[in-house]
């Protein structure tokens, strides 16, 4: 079997656009070139890799199987790049970064003085939940990712970097606000919204239930924190989320946080590649960056804003 870089990378142009006129002008390449770099592949494979139905076209199953050892092989190579580039000198790299969908509210501002520093990166960011991280990292098609702690049997290095206090949080005329802790019975006849399964968040919380012996009223799922904080505002129940996403309902008092047993559920961030992974330069930059900036970095752009200073009364 003969494959080339060039078929693959007109492969995954296609897979990625479901189009070869897409990929096509995406290559610079004539259509019927990138219809003979797919044909000379699947003859080479002995496999078709796609399927046209009506006007559209799909993977196959070797499609799909192709696609992801295609995206594993691009991601070695863009390290190999990246890698050879730096040695060559260059100032300028990629960082391909999947952040857990609660660590975005910090990880742009992250990114934000990262990209201040170093003008030359170009990043890619997904943001997305836990589950799909850990497919990230399986399909090894990503540098850095953030998360709350990964499973400790799959291959990865995870270094914690900052806490991630989980609160409970009602609207500010609930009842229970203001009292000081509250047991966890008291919490039985209230109504939770929750994120979505696959959350890191959903997780954690079903674990400090199920430890703790209580049961919660089965409430609403939601897949959003700011879904979640906005169903609190309106009054329909109450909500565990991180507060690294409150900065501002905190500042603004649109939601209060209640001051229950076993309150904040204590967790970790964790920056996280796959065992073995040669981090780019630039990742390896970033890297650096997030352990030992990143924590002062978040702490002073969530301090609460000072209260505006009284007018001057002679100005
Ligand atoms: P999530 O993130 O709830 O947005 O998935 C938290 C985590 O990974 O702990």
Redesign the pocket.
């Known amino acids: 079997m003969r494959l080339t870089l060039r078929q693959l990378q007109v492969f995954e142009a296609v897979a990625r656009h479901r189009s070869y006129t897409r990929a096509a002008r995406e290559l610079h390449l004539t259509q019927p070139a990138v219809s003979m770099q797919i044909k000379q592949l699947e003859e080479a494979l002995g496999l078709p890799l796609f399927e046209q139905i009506g006007k559209r076209i799909y993977l196959t199953d070797a499609g799909r199987e192709m696609d992801h050892y295609g995206r594993m092989i691009s991601q070695q190579l863009a390290d190999a790049e990246a890698v050879l580039g730096d040695l060559k000198g260059l100032r300028r790299g990629r960082l391909d970064l999947a952040v857990?969908?609660?660590?975005n509210y910090f990880a742009t501002r992250l990114l934000a003085e990262f990209c201040r520093r170093h003008e030359g990166v170009v990043f890619s960011l997904d943001v997305t939940?836990?589950e799909r991280?850990l497919d990230h990292l399986e399909r090894n098609d990503i540098d850095l990712v953030i998360?709350?702690?990964p499973p400790e049997q799959r291959p990865l290095v995870a270094e914690a970097f900052l806490e991630?206090p989980l609160v409970l949080i009602a609207p500010p005329d609930h009842p229970l606000v203001g009292e000081r802790a509250i047991p966890l019975s008291r919490l039985r006849r209230e109504r939770f919204l929750v994120?979505e399964r696959?959350?890191?968040?959903?997780s954690?919380m079903e674990r400090f239930f199920a430890a703790s012996g209580a049961s919660l009223a089965s409430g609403m799922e939601m897949n959003s924190?700011e879904a979640i904080k906005q169903a609190v505002q309106a009054g329909l129940g109450l909500g565990i989320v991180?507060r690294h996403t409150l900065a501002l309902e905190l500042r603004t008092g649109a939601v209060a946080i209640l001051d229950a047993e076993g309150f904040p559920i204590l967790?970790h961030?964790y920056l996280v590649h796959r065992e073995g992974k040669r981090l780019s330069p630039m990742a390896e930059t970033f890297r650096r960056f997030v352990l030992d900036a990143g924590p002062r970095l978040i702490e002073d752009t969530e301090r609460p804003a000072p209260p505006p200073r009284p007018e001057d009364p002679a100005a």
């Open positions: 857990a969908s609660t660590a939940n836990r991280l998360m709350g702690r991630n994120r696959g959350s890191g968040t959903r954690a924190n991180s967790r961030w």
